[in-house]
């Protein structure tokens, strides 16, 4: 089961390229999500998205402006990022992804 952030780890030098295998990515999301109670589903989901958006973000980051950011520093825009979210629900007075996050 692949890690989520293992795209970032090998930006990091922490794991071989050989083990970077997408299709394994989609498999391991779907396979987590059966196991996700249904009421919970988008939230997790959303966090999924999240995460593998900034990984993308930093890989861009990394490529284009060639600044690096620590696993950490990512993980801590992850959760700004799902927090800037819920105050944009709790601001827009209305729930309108269903509880995302």
């Known amino acids: 089961m692949p890690s989520l952030i293992t795209p970032l780890l090998f930006h990091q030098g922490c794991v071989e390229p050989s083990t970077v295998d997408p299709p394994h990515l989609k498999s391991w999301w779907e396979e987590a ?3 996700i109670a249904k009421q919970e589903k988008r939230r997790f989901n959303a966090m999924v998205i999240y995460t593998l958006w900034n990984i ?3 890989r ?5 402006n060639n600044a690096h950011e620590s ?3 990512v993980a801590l825009r992850v959760k700004e ?4 979210r819920k105050r944009a ?3 827009g007075g209305g729930n309108i992804a269903g ?3």
């Open 89 to 91: 629900l709790a601001w």
């Open 60 to 64: 861009n980051r990394n490529i284009f």
């Open 81 to 84: 990022d799902i927090e800037q």
């Open 71 to 73: 696993a950490m520093q």
């Open 99 to 101: 509880g995302i996050v």
């Open 56 to 58: 993308w973000k930093e």
């Open 33 to 35: 999500a059966t196991k």
